[in-house]
T-cell receptor, first 116, second 111 residues
Framework: DTGVSQDPRHKITKRGQNVTFRCDPI?????LYWYRQTLGQGPEFLTY????????KSRLLSDRFSAERPKGSFSTLEIQRTEQGDSAMYLC??????????????FGPGTRLLVL | AQSVTQPDIHITVSEGASLELRCNYS??????LFWYVQSPGQGLQLLLK??????LVQGIKGFEAEFKRSQSSFNLRKPSVHWSDAAEYFC?????????FGAGTRLTVKP
């Protein structure tokens, strides 16, 4: 078990370009979460998947954002027509949902995006 | 909806001194509570969690936290701080299907 991994770790892009980030969760985890963290703030929930199904999306996730988890394993987060306000750390987390209650989320190292 | 408040944006303590980081939550039912630590440019590492049972929970790196329902608090403590504890600390509450984080407390450790 190597933990949650994210790629790339850093991305610099020009305004208007599209970017895609990848997250590989812990292998036996069926839930995968995306968060955004801006400077001086805690992470904010964007969306989550249970297996390949996207079950919830935050209102923070504008139409320019799309996330997929096609085979219930890795996930991608794409931002189209990036804006300077998209500059942030994008964090991925995974957990093993086994029934009712709550489960612990384990975080990856994040992808830091800078939009010029 | 649930929310978390961390009243202290920045705390400075001397190495070897005790530490307490405050966390207050708002949630209608029994909360699931977490403390995470984040080093600069890194992801979040789980320090400890409270789901139910004993209200004093032990975590990694010598940290502990106490759940006080009457005060809606889940403060993090460490009896003796090490220089390597300098980082950003986030309290979080889990409910429904998402987790809400506080804005964080940045800890500086003086030699």
């Amino acid at each position: 078990d190597t933990g949650v991994s994210q790629d790339p770790r850093h991305k610099i892009t020009k305004r208007g370009q599209n970017v895609t980030f990848r997250c590989d969760p812990i292998s036996e985890h069926n839930r995968l979460y995306w968060y955004r963290q801006t400077l001086g703030q805690g992470p904010e929930f964007l969306t989550y998947f249970q297996n390949e199904a996207q079950l919830e999306k935050s209102r923070l996730l504008s139409d320019r954002f799309s996330a997929e988890r096609p085979k219930g394993s890795f996930s991608t987060l794409e931002i189209q027509r990036t804006e300077q306000g998209d500059s942030a750390m994008y964090l991925c987390a995974s957990s093993a949902r086994t029934g009712g209650g709550w489960e612990t989320q384990y975080f990856g190292p994040g992808t830091r995006l800078l939009v010029l | 909806a649930q929310s978390v408040t961390q009243p202290d944006i920045h705390i400075t303590v001397s190495e070897g001194a005790s530490l307490e980081l405050r966390c207050n939550y708002s949630y209608g039912a029994t909360p699931y509570l977490f403390w995470y630590v984040q080093s600069p440019g890194q992801g979040l590492q789980l320090l400890l969690k409270y789901f139910s049972g004993d209200t004093l929970v032990q975590g990694i790196k010598g940290f502990e936290a106490e759940f006080k329902r009457s005060q809606s608090s889940f403060n993090l403590r460490k009896p003796s701080v090490h220089w390597s504890d300098a980082a950003e600390y986030f309290c979080a509450v889990g409910a429904n299907n998402d987790m809400r984080f506080g804005a964080g407390t940045r800890l500086t450790v003086k030699p």
